[in-house]
């Protein structure tokens, strides 16, 4: 694996609002959380740009919704932003994908000659991989390090119900299978990254 020297981190919706178990359910990938902070570590120490992204629900009960403590980004998040020798982007967006945010993703990884991405972060199967798919639809090189992302159990039709992991699982077959994204470990993006 190759990772290019101005590949961009996008951090997606790192939030303390998906702390709030009794909202969101049983969580997956318990590591997650150490395997961002990594890549942003990473990132940061080899000068390549960084993009923090925030979700800014509409909907009054949301964890993430705007003025709710929940909505800031989770402390060390926080504590490692404006810290990278690169560029970098904060987005913020009330919709799935980090490419209808604000300010325009797309436009400025173009305008910076970016064509590859590194996803990482909260939810796996929402926002995660949303922004993934868009990303490989407008031809970026997406890598999605599956183990720097996280989900919750969730409900479909017909009664259906998947559990966190079988959900990941899923969005994962889904982003690799179909051609979005190559979904990855965090250490074959740190090592490929050193």
């Known amino acids: 694996?190759?990772?290019?020297?101005?590949?961009?981190?996008l951090v997606v919706d790192v939030q303390k609002g998906f702390e709030e178990a009794g909202f969101w359910g049983v969580r997956n990938n318990p590591g997650a959380d150490d395997n961002i902070a990594a890549l942003i570590d990473v990132w940061q120490g080899s000068g390549r740009p960084v993009v923090f992204v925030r979700h800014d629900s509409s909907k009054p009960d949301s964890p993430l919704r705007a003025g709710y403590?929940?909505?800031?980004?989770?402390?060390?998040?926080?504590?490692?932003?404006?810290?990278?020798?690169?560029?970098?982007?904060?987005?913020?967006?009330?919709?799935?994908?980090?490419?209808?945010?604000?300010?325009?993703?797309?436009?400025?990884?173009?305008?910076?000659?970016?064509?590859?991405?590194?996803?990482?972060?909260?939810?796996?199967?929402?926002?995660?991989?949303?922004?993934?798919?868009?990303?490989?639809?407008?031809?970026?090189?997406?890598?999605?390090?599956?183990?720097?992302?996280?989900?919750?159990?969730?409900e479909g039709p017909f009664g259906w119900r998947l559990s966190a992991d079988e959900v990941g699982q899923a969005s994962a077959v889904s982003l690799h299978g179909g051609g979005f994204a190559r979904v990855v470990t965090t250490k074959e993006v740190v090592d490929a990254a050193r």
């Open 1 to 9: 694996m190759e990772i290019s020297q101005n590949a961009a981190l």
């Open 69 to 154: 403590a929940g909505n800031g980004f989770k402390e060390y998040v926080e504590e490692r932003r404006g810290k990278g020798s690169g560029p970098e982007l904060f987005v913020t967006k009330s919709v799935n994908s980090a490419f209808y945010g604000t300010p325009d993703l797309d436009g400025w990884l173009k305008a910076a000659g970016i064509s590859q991405v590194v996803v990482a972060g909260i939810q796996t199967n929402m926002c995660v991989e949303t922004t993934a798919r868009m990303g490989g639809n407008l031809g970026y090189d997406v890598l999605l390090a599956y183990d720097a992302t996280y989900t919750f159990g969730l």
